[in-house]
């Protein structure tokens, strides 16, 4: 079989909230690049992975979940996912077996193939088979490849692999070889930060929260100094990400510092700051400055 040469394309990995996009990129990657939450729609940008396999170049973007709301936060969301839909090179749908395909699915997929561009669906939590809808759906025929796998255990990812490299389109890399992303350091950092505080805020309190870096600063020998503020919408919920006596901060602080300084593999001095910001989540300005375009 004559050498085909390098190839390198642009891959969305497109769902509903939930769906498991981000633990899936994180798997692929080897690496933890992406957040991951048990609450739906914790992704709020379009995240890169860059994955080198031999001659092939995947650039990985994690997306947030695709879905219906009128909320200037939620629309600018769902741009982001229709920016993906239009600049990849090919795209994974994923959708969850037990809940099934919906007309969602079909209007991403349907403008995926307007564009000519090949669809990958992809079942997941294959780990978890179970009553559920039929699999694979009727409308997923004439997809380039229908899989199941497990993000969790890693089933199905390597056939998942295959079939993406595949489809990818030939071409030099666009990045090098071992490079993970594009995003920076801070970036990151911001969101290890909001990751923390999703897992310890209940029911809507984590929705209404943005993490902005105001310092980041590498030049101290002691370590990485980062400073942040934790923004909210309305006074009522600055306590409640206080806690009682400053608790909660200090246990968000403490479990970010922590995945911050895993990440840096060095060591890391975080200040976390509380700024209540009414209606920051309504404001496109400002959700364009937090990286939410």
């Known amino acids: 079989m004559p050498e085909q040469g390098p190839r390198a394309g642009v891959v969305a990995i497109l769902g509903r909230p939930n769906a498991g996009k981000s633990t899936l990129l994180n798997r692929l990657l080897g690496e933890k690049l992406a957040i991951v939450t048990a609450k739906p729609q914790t992704t709020r940008s379009r995240i890169l992975g860059i994955l080198t396999r031999g001659d092939a170049q995947l650039l990985l973007f994690d997306t947030p979940g695709f879905h219906e709301s009128p909320k200037a936060l939620n629309r600018a969301l769902n741009a982001v996912v229709e920016e993906a839909v239009e600049d990849c090179d090919l795209a994974v749908l994923l959708v969850d077996p037990a809940t099934g395909w919906d007309p969602g699915h079909d209007l991403l997929r349907d403008r995926l193939a307007k564009r000519g561009a090949p669809l990958v669906v992809v079942g997941t939590k294959a780990d978890r088979a179970g009553p559920g809808a039929d699999w694979p759906p009727e409308a ?10 497990s993000a969790r255990t890693g089933e199905g990812v390597e056939e998942l692999l295959d079939a993406l490299v595949e489809q990818l389109p030939a071409g030099p890399h666009l990045y090098p070889d071992d490079e993970l992303t594009d995003r920076p350091l801070r970036f990151l950092a911001a969101e290890l930060v909001r ?9 809507e ?5 943005a993490v902005e870096i105001e310092e980041f600063d590498e030049s101290r020998p002691d370590g990485v100094r980062i400073r942040a503020n934790l923004i909210v ?3 009522s919920q600055k306590p409640i990400l206080l806690g009682r006596g400053g608790a909660r901060i200090k246990s968000i602080g403490s479990e970010a510092r922590r995945r911050i300084g895993a990440l840096l593999g060095q060591t890391v001095h975080l200040a976390l700051w509380v700024k209540v910001e009414p209606r920051w989540s309504r404001r496109p300005k400002r959700l364009k400055s937090l990286g939410y375009h």
């Open 205 to 209: 309190v984590p929705y209404s929260v």
């Open 195 to 203: 990751e923390v505080a999703f897992e310890e805020l209940a029911q």
């Open 233 to 235: 919408e309305r006074s």
């Open 140 to 149: 997923a025929r004439g997809a380039a490849a229908v899989l199941r796998v």
